[in-house]
């Protein structure tokens, strides 16, 4: 069966580039699939056939303390892989403003830095860890720096997640993975809903992303994940969504063109237009990206 495909360059606004042997990730001792270096050279035969021009990294939840080591290694990256535009990295806000305050300057002078990230979604099982004082101090210092928040939740943390950007409107977000809806479970409520109210609050973009790892790995379908694509459109509109790999998380349930080709139906009848601001454009605007050496 033929893959439909974008047919222009896309851009990328999540990607793990990460070697273990460099930086240690202790969380893949639970994924084996996954705990072996994941480079730009895997990533371009990975994505093949689709055409993509440039690309934003993620953080990998890196082992206590090595944040930075692991800003430092993408910053080496980037001058080797010219296709990596941005990087969003992790920072330990928990600990609060005054305590990150000299990684967070650090971080913002290299060249690559666009935004932070924090896992929320490990913090499942403490209802309200994103809306310790501390936490949304240090978020709400983001602009200082001129640094994006990326929001990764599960969906049962999501009215947290409304209630951190109400507390921050200076900050741009963007909310990562749809905030990992259960599909595999079937489940629709209270994750319509709320992606609908937190669609409402205007510093918040969504990643089309992630989802397909939240249906089941070996057996799911276009139609499961469709509904849920298309609801995250339908609330935030095509002038806030951006599309992402999350490479190789990806692979734990599907290849690169697969997905790609899943997003593609989805949005088989919107304008050329909106096509290219899902896949292009709002990840260039909202993570600033210098395009100017690609297509």
Not at 17 to 25: E, K, Q, R, T
Not at 189 to 207: D, F, G, H, Q, Y
Request: hydrophobic letters at 45%.
């Amino acid at each position: 069966m033929r893959l439909v495909l974008p047919d222009f360059a896309i851009v990328d606004s999540h990607v793990h580039l990460y070697d273990p042997a460099v930086i240690d990730f202790p969380w893949m001792a639970d994924v084996p699939k996954l705990q072996r270096a994941h480079g730009p050279a895997d990533y371009h035969s990975a994505v093949a056939p689709v055409d993509v021009a440039a690309a934003v990294f993620l953080e990998v939840d890196a082992g206590p303390g090595r944040h930075m080591d692991e800003a430092r290694f993408v910053t080496d990256l980037g001058k080797a892989h010219p296709f990596i535009k941005g990087m969003v990295a992790s920072m330990p806000l928990e600990k609060g403003p005054d305590a990150v305050a000299a990684d967070l300057e650090a971080y913002a002078q290299m060249p690559l830095a666009r935004g932070v990230r924090r896992l929320i979604e490990r913090h499942t099982e403490t209802p309200g860890w994103a809306l310790q004082p501390a936490f949304v101090a240090a978020v709400q210092s983001l602009p200082r720096y001129g640094l994006t928040f990326d929001i990764c939740v599960r969906y049962p943390q999501l009215a947290d997640a409304i209630e951190l950007v109400r507390c921050c409107p200076e900050v741009s977000f963007v909310l990562d993975h749809m905030a990992k809806p259960g599909i595999a479970d079937g489940l629709n409520e209270p994750w319509r809903t709320e992606m609908a109210t937190l669609a409402r609050e205007p510093n918040v973009v969504c990643k089309i992303s992630g989802v397909v790892t939240e249906a089941d790995h070996s057996a799911w379908t276009h139609e499961d994940v469709a509904p849920y694509i298309d609801h995250a459109i339908d609330c935030f509109g095509f002038d806030r969504v951006m599309f992402g790999g999350d490479w190789p998380v990806l692979t734990l349930a599907s290849d690169y063109p697969r997905w790609v080709e899943s997003v593609d139906r989805v949005v088989a009848g919107a304008s050329s237009e909106d096509t290219r601001k899902l896949y292009r454009d709002n990840a260039i605007a909202f993570y600033r990206l210098d395009m100017a050496d690609t297509q």
